[in-house]
């Protein structure tokens, strides 16, 4: 390639230096290198103009050098290049340049996501989340997610502490949801990890926030009014339990309207065993499968007060029972005598909502049903009309024509 130096710069009164087509450098140069002048400017450039200047300077870039980046600026040149290089240049702009880059970056954008992530699970993880933390400071403004079934729509399928929304009052709470069980969507909203020999007062109206923690944010449960919810929001209610007394499991779920109720507002009453002993969904998922005699062998309930489903809510009178903190008792299928608090148990009830998409399905359902009702309603009307003043004119016609055959 040619080897090209900057043009030094003359005094006003020289003559503009002559171009020899016949002298410029040959497509294929056989200079040496160390013919070629040097482009680096001295350690104390000077500003003053040569007094000799050269006789046949090049104006062809250098396509095998590129400029340091310390070189000092000499100004924008009076005169565009007469013959650019074709091969880009990688040194930087010496001053300001009129025109933008004709070639674009090709960084990537780091315009900030509008989509929330999920908080990280329990346990440290190994490498790091890939999705920052869901929890309220974190998440967009216009983003709304009323629960874990919202999420799990929404494409968030890890288990873990969530942002929620009050769909009544509009604020923020947060909650453990459970993304990979049976399906995912469930939230926790009753947590009691017993620990054997301990015989604690329950916690009402705080939601835990671990299914199982034996500290006090596993111990603990709330109403779904507390959060905004109504019977119509439910889907479906989820019942785990485990002892150290025994090998069984009570692991099913149900969605019986009297069970949500009881989810709903803590009370009881109207509570039947037919509640309880029918209609449920016997569960498998994760290994904690049901091998429990409940709620198949449900007898009793106890509908008394608004403990929801702490104290006696189902069970098989003197044999197996769901009790929660009930007379010193925490029991799971069982029945514990005289200590009912000295093994450790764990019970969990999560609820699962209907999903958005199916509330709207249902909403546009019910809007295609009542548009096709009045559509039927207005064909009868234009029907009737028809046939009223059908019927009118006829009898009009009818008596027209009496005389004319006397």
Not at 22 to 32: E, Q, V
Not at 97 to 112: C, H, I, K, M
Not at 338 to 354: A, C, D, I, L
Not at 377 to 400: D, G, M
């Amino acid at each position: 390639m040619p080897c090209s130096f900057l043009p030094s710069i003359t005094p006003s009164k020289s003559p503009e230096p002559s171009f020899s087509p016949s002298k410029l450098p040959s497509a294929n140069p056989s200079l040496p290198p160390s013919e070629c002048p040097s482009h680096a400017p001295s350690s104390s450039p000077s500003n003053v103009p040569s007094s000799s200047p050269s006789t046949q300077p090049s104006r062809l870039p250098s396509a095998t050098s590129s400029l340091p980046s310390s070189a000092p600026s000499y100004g924008p040149s009076s005169s565009p290049s007469e013959q650019p290089s074709p091969v880009p240049s990688s040194a930087p702009s010496f001053g300001p340049s009129s025109r933008p880059s004709e070639q674009p970056s090709l960084a990537p954008s780091v315009a900030p996501s509008k989509r929330p992530s999920v908080a990280p699970s329990h346990g440290p993880s190994s490498s790091p989340s890939e999705q920052p933390s869901l929890l309220p400071s974190d998440r967009p403004s216009e983003t709304v997610y009323n629960s874990c079934q919202d999420l799990m729509d929404a494409g968030f399928t890890t288990d873990g502490i969530y942002a929620l929304t009050n769909p009544s009052t509009s604020s923020d709470f947060n909650a453990y949801c459970d993304q990979t069980s049976e399906g995912g969507g469930w939230m926790l909203f009753l947590s009691y990890n017993h620990i054997g020999g301990e015989n604690n007062a329950l916690l009402p109206g705080t939601l835990p926030s671990s299914p199982t923690s034996t500290g006090s944010d596993g111990y603990s449960h709330i109403n779904l009014a507390d959060v905004g919810y109504v019977e119509e929001d439910i889907d479906q209610v989820r019942f785990y339990c485990e002892t150290s007394s025994h090998t069984r499991k009570v692991h099913f779920s149900t969605n019986n309207a009297i069970v949500k109720t009881i989810a709903i507002s803590g009370s009881g009453a109207g509570s039947t065993e037919t509640a309880w002993n029918t209609g449920y969904t016997i569960l498998y998922d994760g290994g904690d499968g049901s091998t429990a005699y409940l709620p198949g062998e449900t007898d009793s309930v106890d509908y008394s007060g608004d403990a929801g489903f702490t104290k006696f809510p189902f069970f098989a009178w003197d044999n197996y029972h769901w009790a929660i903190g009930s007379l010193d008792r925490f029991e799971c299928d069982d029945w514990v005598q005289p200590n009912g608090y000295s093994h450790s148990t764990r019970h969990n009830v999560w609820v699962r909502n209907v999903s958005a998409r199916r509330r709207e399905r249902e909403l546009l359902s019910t809007n295609t049903s009542q548009n096709n009702s009045c559509y039927h309603n207005a064909h009868f009307v234009v029907l009737a009309c028809f046939c009223f003043f059908f019927f009118v004119i006829l009898k009009h016609a009818i008596r027209k024509l009496r005389p004319a055959h006397r």
